[in-house]
Nanobody, 121 residues
Framework: QVQLVESGGGLVQPGGSLRLSCAAS????????MGWHRQVPGKQRELVASIISGGSTNYSDFVKGRFTISRDNAKNTVYLQMNSLKPDDTAVYYCNVFLRIRSYAAPSTYWGQGTQVTVSS
């Protein structure tokens, strides 16, 4: 089994910062892509940012220049540094990890439980 534990969400004022963390543990052979999505009630979950094992990153346009994704491969952890937060960034943030649990198993995507981020004055 694979567990993803997220932390770092909360309430912040507009213009403030938060740092999200997501640690993967359990039966893991190799991790490929790690990323963050977000979702608000009534809307589809949307990609925020992703990072591959080599370190290349991808950002959605609405967070470019404000958010930074990074990973610590030794700790199987992905981070999302969120700066210049706006009320529109309010959402539940989910981490996702694309990994292989065995050398012979097909890779699969796993999701964290989600962490609430609220940007409000």
């Amino acid at each position: 089994q694979v567990q993803l534990v997220e932390s770092g969400g909360g309430l912040v004022q507009p213009g403030g910062s938060l740092r999200l963390s997501c640690a993967a543990s359990g039966s893991i052979f190799s991790i490929y892509t790690m990323g963050w999505h977000r979702q608000v009630p009534g809307k589809q979950r949307e990609l925020v940012a992703s990072i591959i094992s080599g370190g290349s990153t991808n950002y959605s346009d609405f967070v470019k220049g404000r958010f930074t994704i990074s990973r610590d491969n030794a700790k199987n952890t992905v981070y999302l540094q969120m700066n210049s937060l706006k009320p529109d960034d309010t959402a539940v943030y989910y981490c996702n990890v694309f990994l292989r649990i065995r050398s012979y198993a097909a890779p699969s995507t796993y999701w964290g439980q989600g962490t609430q981020v609220t940007v409000s004055s």
